[in-house]
Structures are given as C-alpha cells and as structure tokens.
C-alpha cells in the first residue's frame, strides 16, 4: 500500500493518519519522528474554519521550523533532487525547493485552494543564485504574498525586491513570470519534468 497517494496529497485528514502510517514513519524514520508527524497532523486538522492568511503563517512556520536547510548534495548526494512531503519531515531536511513542496501540500490539506497557490522559481539577488518559493495570491489581479525559507516573516512580492522571478508552476500548469511583478503570469504547458517525477514517486509511497 502507497504511504502516501496522490489521493491523500490532495486531501490529508484524520483518516489519512492512521497507526499503520505511523508505524511505518517509525519503521523509516525512526520512533523519535513520530511528535513531528503528529504536530503535521494536529497542524492540518487544527486549520479547519481558519481564513487563508492564518493558515499561510502557520505553514510557512511549520516547515521553517522543522525542516532544516541542507543542499541537495549535502543532504542527498545528488546535485538535483526534489523530496517529497514525507521525506522532508522524516529527514528534517531540504532545500528551498523541498520547503516550497512541503508547504504548497500541506496548505491543499489545509483547504488552501490550489489555484491560489504556484512554486516559483526565481533569482536570489542578494546572493546571486536560483532559488524556489511559495506564492500566494487571492485573486490573479493581486500582489502575491512570498513564503520562503530564507525570510520567515510573509511579505508581498512588491516588497522583496531581492527575489527576480522567472517562471512558476502548480498541479494545473506552468506559467512564465513577466517583468512586473510575481503574480503577472501567462499559460505555457502543461507542467514540468520534475513535477512530474515528484508526482510519481509520491504515488509509489516514498
């Protein structure tokens, strides 16, 4: 059996957390994992009637707290590798990538809806280098709100000008970012390689 489908990507609840999911955390990860897929738990079920914003901060600081950064190499001997929800957790480590991940799945558990929320890539300014975030946006008429990794605290995409966007992405497709601003985006294709394979691996339960 999956450990984790793509059906409970989409709709993490209690029936989702049962003692064979854990024990099987506890099998992979170790006994000691077993508080923090309980506190990812408690999280998603606590967030029900929430408005969106709150549920944003909560996950946003879920996996900023938990999960620490660690590059690709470092963490998994590979130069380009996208974990899934249940290997950050269990490893207490990732990338921005794997942080953007872990929140865009936990905030669709939360009832956040997908069509709101996209991966965007962009260029770290301040250290001239690739980076992955989360954004939000309420309406496609509205400045996005940014979830990193490296700033914790929610801020609108007009207010960091240390990030250049590039392209973003979700479930429902692929857009390129135009020169103004991070929620100025258009439709390209249908998604990406490592979406893709991401999707995959989560439906073989790892």
């Not at 006994?31 to 929430?50: R, T, V």
């Not at 794997?98 to 709101?116: C, H, N, P, Q, R």
């Not at 001239?128 to 496609?140: A, G, Q, R, S, W």
């Not at 999707?199 to 073989?204: D, G």
Request: aromatic share 12%; hydrophobic share 35%.
């Amino acid at each position: 059996m999956s450990l984790f489908s793509a059906a409970c990507v989409a709709s993490l609840n209690a029936e989702f957390f049962t003692a064979e999911f854990f024990n099987r955390i506890a099998q992979q990860y170790g006994q000691n994992k077993i508080d923090d897929f309980k506190d990812w738990q408690s999280l998603i079920e606590d967030a029900e009637g929430l408005d969106d914003y709150s549920k944003l901060n909560l996950a946003n600081q879920f996996a900023n707290r938990h999960i620490k950064y660690q590059t690709d190499t470092q963490h998994w001997d590979k130069s380009d590798y996208w974990a899934t929800p249940i290997e950050s957790l269990g490893s207490g480590a990732g990338d921005c990538e794997d942080y953007a991940i872990f929140k865009y799945f936990t905030l669709k558990a939360m009832g956040v809806d997908e069509s709101k929320m996209r991966l965007m890539y962009v260029r770290a300014l301040t250290i001239d280098e690739p980076h992955m975030v989360l954004i939000y946006f309420e309406t496609p008429r509205d400045i996005p709100l940014v979830l990193d990794n490296y700033i914790t605290k929610i801020k609108p995409a007009s207010q960091r000008k240390d990030l250049k966007p590039i392209y973003s992405f979700n479930g429902q497709g692929l857009w390129l970012a135009k020169a103004r601003g991070l929620g100025n985006t258009k439709p390209n294709s249908s998604g990406t390689k490592d979406w893709t394979n991401l999707m995959t691996r989560i439906e073989q339960g790892q």
